[in-house]
């Protein structure tokens, strides 16, 4: 089973947006657990959420370069870049004290190694719950 990101060394790793307008920092191990969604806008996106504490994100650029959208429950903030629509973090609704980066989105230069274990967001209230701890300090 894979070691829990919370029980490894932390690092600071760099992401953001394809065009380069959105830049943020997140302190997370060098070694990945991620999680890969199934329900309709992780599908869309193949978003592979990597969640941490909102003290481990920090967004280096204005965020008036940010796009909001909300569905469904409105619970979640899906940021997208207003130039390039990517959509590189957000505050998802099984975190609301959290964030998700989307680990495709980090620089690859520091990342060890990803684990990524599939979610079932096609069922999301069955299973939101095996999602709570990862915000977690």
């Known amino acids: ?18 065009c380069g307008k959105i830049k943020w920092q997140v302190q997370a191990p ?7 969604c199934n329900c309709s806008i992780c ?5 592979q959420h990597l ?8 967004l280096l650029t204005d965020a008036q370069e940010l796009s909001e959208y ?15 629509g990517t959509k590189s973090f957000y505050i998802p609704r099984s975190n609301p004290d959290g964030v998700s980066v989307h680990a495709r989105c980090l620089n690859p ?8 274990t ?10 939101a719950a095996s999602l709570a701890h990862l915000s977690k300090v």
């Open 1 to 18: 089973m894979a070691e829990n990101n919370s029980e490894q060394e932390l690092i600071t790793h760099q992401g953001g947006c394809h």
């Open 30 to 36: 060098a070694n990945l657990h991620t999680h890969t």
């Open 43 to 47: 599908e869309i996106h193949h978003y």
């Open 51 to 58: 969640i941490v504490p909102k003290d481990r994100f920090h």
């Open 70 to 84: 909300r569905f469904g429950s409105g619970h979640a903030k899906h940021y997208f870049c207003k130039t390039c």
């Open 109 to 116: 230069a520091s990342v060890l190694s990803i684990t990524d």
């Open 118 to 127: 599939p979610f079932d967001g096609q069922n999301w209230e069955k299973n």
